[in-house]
Nanobody
Framework: QVQLVESGGGLVQPGGSLRLSCAASRSIFSIYAMGWYRQAPGKQRELVAVITSGSNTNYADSVKGRFTISRDNAKNTVYLQMNSLKPEDTAVYYC?????????WGKGTLVTVSS
């Protein structure tokens, strides 16, 4: 089993930056993939970025060039660096871990991009 706790959300102006963190309850070295998803009001949850145990990454087209996902195995933490934020990035951001053919989710952290 894996518990995930997200942090780092908040209110930021358009063009600003935030870094989200996802702390796992177990070593992420053995977790196949970890990712960030987001859900805006009235919309379905969507993939933002994912990173595998081999550090391969994949991004949604809407965030390519602005967001960067990374992992620190020593701290059991995955990060999402978000730059050049836009109002349409406003959403609850969730961390997900794929471990032993099961998906584990955190409770989410709210990101609001507004002037």
């Amino acid at each position: 089993q894996v518990q995930l706790v997200e942090s780092g959300g908040g209110l930021v102006q358009p063009g600003g930056s935030l870094r989200l963190s996802c702390a796992a309850s177990r070593s992420i070295f053995s977790i196949y993939a970890m990712g960030w998803y987001r859900q805006a009001p009235g919309k379905q949850r969507e993939l933002v970025a994912v990173i595998t145990s081999g550090s391969n990454t994949n991004y949604a087209d809407s965030v390519k060039g602005r967001f960067t996902i990374s992992r620190d195995n020593a701290k059991n933490t995955v990060y999402l660096q978000m730059n050049s934020l836009k109002p349409e990035d406003t959403a609850v951001y969730y961390c997900k871990a794929e471990y032993l053919d099961m998906d584990y989710w955190g409770k989410g952290t709210l990101v609001t991009v507004s002037s």
